[in-house]
């Protein structure tokens, strides 16, 4: 069955810009969505179709795949964005999510 | 703005069945997704727009049955044979596509509804 491998956890300092990964098996090839998930909440889709951002979603937020590696990059990082980040693809008719990444924001 | 909300969480006992409801939104293909306590998501089940197609994780296939009634406007999990390790927050969520199968990514989700497997 087809797998995604995030990093457990990424620290970036305030102001700086984190990249989250996701790997895959040829990732490149599939559309890879992003969720971000605060204590308590439900998650929030903040990419979808690689690098597309909902309405509401700071540009801050962008994102890219290709080969067997999808990222999602956050600009100038504000302590509002530590969250659990979680990437997602459909394959063969069900839904892989990553096992997700802690940010911390320093 | 369009919201999902969960219910029929509850407490029960291994072995034992449970119906949850999800408010949904007619015309798109929705999905139910749990995450058990301190762990990540876990994609269960979802369902075409139309509910003539349902797809299901190999973890609960034959165990759960997704549906939907598109006059109320409502989806449901069927879940029997609970296991404590189908003990999770579960929640409903919306296929950004308009009138498919189920495809892409999940632009709305409900708050979540717990449910706990114990005796």
């Known amino acids: 069955s087809y797998e995604l491998t995030q990093p457990l956890s990424v620290s970036v300092a305030l102001g700086q810009t984190a990249r989250i990964t996701c790997g895959g098996s040829?990732?490149?090839?599939?559309?890879v969505h992003w969720y971000q998930q605060k204590p308590g909440q439900a998650p929030v889709l903040v990419i979808y179709?690689?690098?597309n951002r909902p309405s509401g979603i700071p540009e801050r937020f962008s994102g890219s795949n290709s080969g067997s590696t999808a990222t999602l990059t956050i600009s100038r990082a504000q302590a509002g964005d530590e969250a659990d980040y979680y990437c997602?693809?459909?394959?063969?008719?069900?839904?892989?999510f990553g096992g997700g990444t802690k940010l911390t924001v320093l | 703005e369009v919201q999902l909300l969960e219910s029929g969480g509850g407490l029960v006992q291994p072995g034992g069945s449970l119906r949850l409801a999800c408010a949904a939104s007619?015309?798109?293909?929705m999905s139910w997704v749990r995450q058990a306590p301190g762990k990540g998501l876990e994609w269960v089940s979802a369902?075409?727009?139309?509910?003539?197609?349902?797809y299901y994780a190999d973890s609960v296939k034959g165990r759960f049955t997704i549906s939907r009634d598109n006059s109320k406007n409502t989806l449901y999990l069927q879940m029997s044979s609970l296991r404590a390790e189908d003990t999770a927050v579960y929640y409903c969520?919306?296929?950004?596509?308009?009138?498919?199968?189920?495809?892409?990514?999940?632009?709305?989700w409900g708050q979540g509804t717990m449910v706990t497997v114990s005796s």
């Open positions: 969520a919306r296929d950004r596509t308009l009138g498919t199968r189920p495809h892409d990514a999940f632009d709305i």
């Open positions: 007619r015309n798109y293909a």
């Open positions: 369902i075409s727009h139309s509910g003539t197609s349902s």
């Open positions: 040829n990732i490149g090839s599939k559309n």
């Open positions: 179709r690689d690098s």
């Open positions: 997602q693809v459909w394959d063969s008719s069900t839904v892989i």
